[in-house]
Structures are given as structure tokens and as C-alpha cells.
């Protein structure tokens, strides 16, 4: 498939990751110590909080991507070399238990996560399937980890099916970030 046409580029892009900016300019600002990024392929977003930050990390991915989704697929085709690549990026962080993986779907990583630490998350980045019914269920899902005061965000707010689960899910409540490629939502106390 022609890079040019994946659905990230049609959508329109963030060809300056900006919102890794303003994700790590947040978790230092609100001194987050938990933080869950759901969906994390190749570990560059995870490798900035980690190298940037004194956040614990929990990186939450399945690295089998989305197959079933014409729209998705694409982006997923090297998706086992990924987790490599992620594991060997984020290698120190991983050792040290700073950085703790989660293989599993976003649904179960938010029960996952519930279970053992109860709803203490400081913030949680989505990023994981992109469809309106998969960012719907992070959401809610997600909200339920995140403390009260906490963030949930998320990127590609450009993809329709993103878009349209956070105006739904969040009832006009979220503020658009990073150029508007990204969406954050201030959990309510």
C-alpha cells in the first residue's frame, strides 16, 4: 500500500507528532505519576514519557492491530516487528519496572488495571483502534481508571469514527489540544 494513501494521511496528519508535546508538557505540568498510554505499537510516545518524565508508565497494546478494518489494516502490516521495536526502545525503562506492559485489548487492560490499582491513573492516553464503536468503549472504559481531577485524552481527533465517540461520549465536555489532532477531558471529582 502506498504510504501516501494510508488512512492517518487522509484523514490529514500531525506530521510533527505535536501532540508528544503537549502529552509530555501535561504530565510534567500536572505532576502525574500513573499514567497508562493505550495503544502504543513502536513505543515512540511511550519512549518520550518515559525519557522526558518521572511518570509510571503503563503501555497497554494487543500488537495485533486491527486487522478486520479496511481503514486500519494498512498501518498494521509490520505490526509484530513493532513490538519488537517497542520492547527494545523502551528496554531500561522496562528493566527497571518503570515502564509495565499490559498485552492485552484496551477493554481488559482498563479492568486490568482497575482491579489492581483501583481509579488512580493521573492520565490515560487512547490511541488504539480508531473506530467509533472501539474509542467509544476506551472511553468509557478508561474513565473508570482515571482519578477524579485525572486527564483522559487522546490523538487522531482528524478520524471520523474518533471524533464522533468523543462528542458523544463527552457531551461537549472536552477542549481539542496539540493543533487539534488531539482531544483531552478533565475527568470529573
Avoid at 488512512?7 to 507528532?17: C, E, L, V
Wanted: hydrophobic share 40%; proline share 4%.
Amino acid at each position: 500500500m502506498n504510504r501516501a494513501l494510508l488512512p492517518h494521511r487522509a484523514f490529514g496528519s500531525d506530521p510533527k507528532a505535536t501532540y508528544r508535546d503537549w502529552l509530555v508538557k501535561t504530565v510534567k505540568a500536572r505532576e502525574c505519576g500513573t499514567v497508562a498510554e493505550v495503544g502504543v505499537q513502536a513505543g515512540r510516545t511511550t519512549y518520550r514519557l518515559a525519557s522526558e518524565t518521572t511518570a509510571r508508565i503503563w503501555a497497554v497494546d494487543t500488537w495485533r492491530g486491527v486487522p478486520g478494518d479496511p481503514l486500519q489494516a494498512g498501518i498494521y502490516r509490520k505490526i509484530k516487528e513493532s513490538e519488537k521495536v517497542f520492547h527494545r526502545r523502551l528496554r531500561p525503562w522496562l528493566k527497571s519496572g518503570r515502564v509495565r506492559v499490559l498485552k492485552m485489548d484496551s477493554m481488559m487492560g482498563a479492568v486490568e488495571l482497575f482491579e489492581a490499582e483501583g481509579r488512580t491513573l493521573d492520565l490515560a492516553f487512547l490511541d488504539a483502534d480508531h473506530s467509533y464503536d472501539a474509542v467509544r468503549g476506551d472511553i468509557w472504559a478508561w474513565r473508570q481508571v482515571v482519578r477524579p481531577g485525572g486527564i483522559l485524552c487522546g490523538h487522531d481527533l482528524n478520524w471520523p469514527g474518533v471524533k464522533k465517540a468523543v462528542d458523544e461520549a463527552l457531551a461537549g465536555k472536552w477542549k481539542p489540544c496539540a493543533g487539534g489532532f488531539a482531544w483531552w477531558w478533565e475527568v470529573d471529582k
